[in-house]
T-cell receptor, first 112, second 117 residues
Framework: EAQVTQNPRYLITVTGKKLTVTCSQN?????MSWYRQDPGLGLRQIYY???????DKGDVPEGYKVSRKEKRNFPLILESPSPNQTSLYFC???FGGGDRQYFGPGTRLTVT | AQKITQTQPGMFVQEKEAVTLDCTYD???????LFWYKQPSSGEMIFLIY??????QNATEGRYSLNFQKARKSANLVISASQLGDSAMYFC??????????????FGRGTSLIVHP
């Protein structure tokens, strides 16, 4: 089954404790991206990747890191999480940058 | 300035009636694409429909159609014969550049639709 998986689905952590949210797709897509969703703000892009080892900042990259060492994986790293990073995070992938995106199920992160 | 504007934070519709969700966009690129996604209460994002800027006809997918008015820069989603399962958040998104380009879509803030029995 074609899908995008994210782990964990739910995470509660404390300020400053490094964490990684994994994202994997099995559709051989070139493009992957991370979004955060906050009430009233819709989805805002954090980072995106056009291919292995090629990443670029989205609209709200501060406080986040990404890497794309393999085509299927695109982890999101929070080196020192803060409460303002409490949000719902989505990973998405697509064949091309302009194509419809396939979304993961989301990761709800709470930073206390 | 917002590139995608959804002016209706919330909408209500009676079951079996049609409803239109508004979306206006802002771009100077002649090549662009418009998407609609649905997010039910379970949280997943579901692709509904796509319209390219050069498409001659309005896109349709089952009960979903896109009322594309290029001169007005609007791409409204029309849901016919609403069902209770249509209750969800709906997001309009746009990507600029050709379909093979490297641009990633930007999203509007969403419209919450509630279908009443």
């Amino acid at each position: 089954e074609a899908q995008v998986t994210q782990n964990p689905r739910y995470l509660i952590t404390v300020t400053g404790k490094k964490l990684t949210v994994t994202c994997s797709q099995n559709m051989n897509h070139e493009y992957m991206s991370w979004y955060r969703q906050d009430p009233g703000l819709g989805l805002r892009q954090i980072y995106y990747s056009m291919n292995v080892e090629v990443t670029d900042k989205g609209d709200v990259p501060e406080g986040y890191k990404v890497s794309r060492k393999e085509k299927r994986n695109f982890p999101l790293i929070l080196e020192s999480p803060s409460p303002n990073q409490t949000s719902l995070y989505f990973c998405a992938s697509s064949f091309g940058g302009g194509d419809r995106q396939y979304f993961g199920p989301g990761t709800r992160l709470t930073v206390t | 300035a917002q590139k995608i504007t959804q002016t209706q934070p919330g909408m209500f519709v009676q079951e079996k009636e049609a409803v239109t969700l508004d979306c206006t966009y802002d771009t100077s690129d002649p090549s662009y694409g418009l998407f609609w996604y649905k997010q039910p209460s379970s949280g997943e994002m579901i692709f509904l429909i796509y319209q390219g800027s050069y498409d001659q006809q309005n896109a349709t997918e089952g009960r979903y159609s896109l009322n594309f008015q290029k001169a007005r820069k609007s791409a409204n989603l029309v849901i016919s014969a609403s069902q209770l399962g249509d209750s969800a958040m709906y997001f309009c998104a746009m990507r600029e550049g050709g379909s093979g380009g490297s641009y990633i879509p930007t999203f509007g803030r969403g419209t919450s639709l509630i279908v009443h029995p």
